[in-house]
């Protein structure tokens, strides 16, 4: 669905220039357009596909491998981590920032409002990370990839979203809002299971300091203060406590998205008001337009607001430049050998192609049988299990929790990689599952070994896992597409 793509001619976009004809407006409106988030997505994804494959391919890994050191007046802000940790830690705090927004709206004033309309989407979301999970536990319960059971739980939004919106009238918009609510609860799970799964290493001082945080933006909030530039600083101020505390620091972005006031200061009524008064003022002063503007601006909420200026900068940017640092692999036949013998990767893919199918499918199936919840007039069961395979994409949260389940843990993976000096200082190399540390060589004394340096380059179980994720994402793409473009609409459900 493209956005207002009207232009005032006051500036250069809305001019009659070639240029601004020809290329500036096309461009914008291609932005206002569902799908272009996920378009950029996947331009991004190959690009880090051809770069880590290509002959250049070690200046992938060197590139976010990168250390990044920032401090201001000696005080440590985010030190000894690397470019990609940045992006993971810190950027895509904003994303989830986005996410707790778009909750907190869902919440107030969406289909979550209402208990009775929130129970399918909810049912569906427990569905469809439930049982993607445990199909993953049947692969690798007890085995080197245990702790990524979080991955296939995760729906990618903006993917799933613009994926159905290829489809046009084929899928009824309540379907389409459907789908969306069952991926903002599926991102509270997750969000939760990040919390308290994926988190470690927790500083009670710094945990302390975050609540402070809290309190403090609930006293402003209810104290009415409204000056946005000091809710930035205080935010990013809670961003780095919760960062230091241990807890990942993305939930920090959550929580303050869901701190963000859904409900707006004016009502409707008294903005018309304001905006006939302004109209017929004899004679109008910049004071009283600034007033007026106040006013008038205060009839949409901030969460409203925040939302429609940030998500452009996460969908078109943040989001791509996570995919660009996340979503390199090498692939050649040996890693796809080694991959399709994994039981990471077919944990990962039948988690989320069938496990979401099934979990969301046969949920809300029950839960629509039992009276629990309402199926929507328009829904068909093909429309049903075709979102449902929809939200078995999980590509960008699936390669998030991927990288906190295994980036840097490589004594999970049977192929960690290890720098062994010999008696003679001669650096040779050996693999082999082993306890981090030390490895005894058959016929040799026991031998000291530290691991080797990767300059950011993921561990082989790691890279099972984003084949996987890939793999499931573009199946569940074209099963999804496959299902839904054969369902009927009816027109007197699509009114309803």
Known sequence: MAGNTNFSDLTFIGQDSFFARRFARPFARFLAVEAAGGILLLIAT??????????????????????????????????????????????????????????????????????????????????????????????????????GWGIPMATDIAFAVGIVSLLGDRVPRKLKVFLLSLAIVDDIGAIIVIALFYSSGISTGWLIASGAMI??????????????????????????????????????????????????LQSEDDTRTIARWLRDKPEVFPVDVRYAGFRIRESVSVAERLESSIHPITSFAIIPLFALANAGVRINGDILSAAFQS????????????????GITLLSWGAARLGIATMPKAMTM???????????????????????????????????????????GAATHDAGETEAGTV?????????????????????????????????????????????????????DEDD
């Open 215 to 264: 309190i403090i933006i609930l006293m402003l909030r209810q104290l009415r203060v409204w000056y946005i530039p000091l809710y930035i600083l205080l935010g990013a101020i809670f961003w780095w406590t919760t960062f230091r505390s241990g807890v990942h620091a993305t939930i920090a972005g959550v929580i303050l998205g869901l701190l963000t006031p859904a409900k707006p």
């Open 46 to 147: 190959a690009a880090a596909l051809i770069w880590v494959n290509s002959p250049w391919g070690d200046s992938y890994d060197a590139f976010w491998g990168s250390s990044v050191d920032l401090s201001v007046n000696g005080i440590e802000i985010f030190a000894g981590h690397s470019l990609s940790d940045f992006v993971n830690d810190a950027l895509m705090a904003v994303f989830f920032f986005v996410v707790g927004l778009e909750i907190k709206r869902e919440l107030v004033d969406g289909q979550l409002r209402n208990p009775r309309d929130a129970a399918l989407p909810a049912f569906a979301a427990i569905g469809g990370m439930v049982v993607p999970a445990a199909f993953y536990l049947l692969f690798n319960a007890g085995g080197p990839g245990q702790d």
């Open 343 to 358: 039981p990471v990767m077919w944990g990962i893919v039948v988690g989320l192609v069938v496990g979401k199918t099934l």
């Open 382 to 424: 093909r429309h049903l299990v075709g979102l449902a395979m929809i939200a078995g994409i999980g590509f960008t949260v699936s390669l998030f929790v991927s990288n906190l389940a295994f980036a840097g843990d490589d004594h999970h993976s049977d192929e960690t990689a290890f720098v062994v000096e010999d008696q003679h």
């Open 440 to 492: 005894v060589l058959s016929g040799e004394e026991p031998v000291v070994l530290a691991f080797a340096e990767d300059s950011g380059a993921s561990s082989p179980i790691e890279d099972n896992a984003k084949i996987g994720i890939l793999l499931a994402s573009i199946l569940a793409s074209i099963g999804g597409l496959l299902i839904l473009s054969g369902a009927g609409v009816d027109d007197d």
